[in-house]
């Protein structure tokens, strides 16, 4: 059996992976606060964590794995969308967790083996937190619950922080209710305009941390195997999940590997709306931008390092894509190779991957390839609806074009620029200028015929 390497948060050091069991492999990652469109950076963990869904199934069997990704449905975001808006926080969530699906489905994303949303889980939230009272770590004050982060020794081992470096960090306003400023809250209050649920506390709502231990226990339980996600939940999410799981259920181990992606940068900087380098991803798939070119720049870094999406990288992904899906489409794919399958089990080295599968293409090996395409999730059984031209070359029409351009920047006059876009356009081709250069694709209702005498 292929040997599993990864590299974990919790030790801080690559380590073999070794499941609890090796006909149920658990794995749990935190998934979207369901107030609005999914933005780039909230792809990347998706794809991170599918593609070790992935690797987990090709090396224990499909029906041996078992992958929890989470909605959280109950948030003061989505209390806000709805007061901004008027419409009902049910409408709000079932709408967006069905663009999530869909933005998710495009960029090649299997659909987890359970999906839960945090408010079906608020019975076992309350019980939780009444157990971790009786049992000494919690105590209620004011409408509110609170995690006793004292009673639990090792608090800071995910993170390597100590409790008094937290505190003396610190810059925030400690409630007057807080025995310690580091307690936190695993239940509050709600006022009429916020959804609440009854508790031996009066009317209120879960904080953010237990839901995702509620949940893996339920459908996972005490312990289980990975917990992933992007690099900003391992403090302090991470960290309170651990605190009061294993003191709920101190009989477990909960999460015995911890994974980490790094956060996504454009174009070298933060993304952000004042940057107005902020774009999600139903933006991109408007714009054109085909979901497995979105996954292929993702795969092209290694997880644990930052991302950083660039026009250039969309443009070579594509080109690269395309002599793929044409060297695979008329074959059937092999069993994967062994050689590939070993580079990716070692802490989902997809940038290697992406190497074995150029030197599968140069060599001519179409069938290794199409195999590579599959399990990468960049390709299903049938070549992509947006590939399927791709027999047709248009390079000499893209350096004419290109050319064109060029000599337009320099004299200025832009009219001859303009008509042949129109006219590219009017045949079906879809034309796309960047500083790069220029790429011409066929696009739906694509006519060679009108191609002629254009350049």
Request: with cysteine; glycine share 6%.
């Amino acid at each position: 059996m292929t040997t599993i390497k990864l590299h974990n948060s919790k030790t801080r050091k690559k380590e073999v992976f070794e499941p609890l069991d090796p006909n149920n492999v658990r794995m749990y990652v935190c998934g979207p606060t369901v107030y609005d469109r999914a933005h780039l950076g909230n792809a990347r963990p998706v794809i991170v964590f599918d593609v070790l869904n992935r690797l987990l199934r090709h090396v224990y069997g499909e029906d041996h794995v078992t992958y929890v990704r989470n909605f959280t449905d109950v948030d003061d975001k989505i209390n806000a969308k709805a007061a901004e808006t008027g419409r009902s926080i049910k409408d709000i969530c079932d709408e967006t967790i069905a663009w999530y699906l869909d933005d998710m489905d495009a960029v090649g994303a299997m659909q987890p083996d359970h999906m839960p949303r945090a408010t079906d889980f608020i019975p076992q939230m309350i019980a939780m937190c009444e157990d971790l009272i009786e049992k000494g770590h919690a105590y209620a004050a004011e409408g509110h619950v609170l995690f006793r982060v004292r009673s639990y020794k090792d608090y800071g081992g995910l993170s390597g922080r100590s409790v008094d470096d937290m505190i003396a960090g610190a810059r925030v306003e400690v409630a007057p209710f807080k025995e310690d400023p580091m307690d936190f809250v695993l239940w509050k209050p709600s006022n009429a305009d916020q959804p609440g649920w009854d508790s031996p506390w009066g009317i209120g709502r879960p904080g953010w941390h237990i839901e995702c231990s509620v949940m893996s226990y339920e459908l996972l339980g005490e312990s289980f195997d990975i917990h992933g996600g992007g690099n900003d939940l391992q403090f302090p999410h991470h960290e309170n999940e651990i605190a009061q799981s294993c003191c709920a259920h101190p009989e477990g181990e909960f999460a015995r590997y911890w994974m980490h992606n790094e956060m996504l940068q454009v174009e070298g900087k933060k993304m952000s709306k004042s940057l107005g380098n902020f774009f999600t991803v139903h933006d991109l798939l408007d714009q054109g931008v085909p979901g497995e070119v979105i996954r292929f720049v993702m795969l092209s870094t290694h997880y644990r390092k930052p991302m950083d999406w660039t026009e250039k990288k969309r443009v070579e992904a594509e080109k690269t894509l395309r002599k793929w899906y044409a060297q695979a489409a008329s074959v059937e794919a092999v069993q994967v190779s062994d050689t590939l399958i070993s580079v990716l089990a070692d802490d989902l080295n997809t940038a290697g991957v992406l190497a074995e599968m150029h030197k599968l293409s140069n060599e001519g090996q179409s069938a290794a390839l199409r195999a590579a395409l599959i399990i990468m999730g960049l390709m299903e059984q049938d070549t992509p609806t947006w590939a399927s031209e791709n027999e047709i070359d248009l390079s000499k029409q893209e350096a004419a074009f290109d050319a064109v351009r060029t000599e337009a920047m320099q004299s200025k006059d832009f009219s001859k620029v303009d008509a042949l876009k129109s006219a590219l356009i009017d045949a079906g081709v879809e034309v796309q200028m960047s500083k790069e250069g220029v790429t011409l694709k066929p696009a739906a209702g694509f006519d060679p015929s009108k191609l002629a005498g254009l350049l």
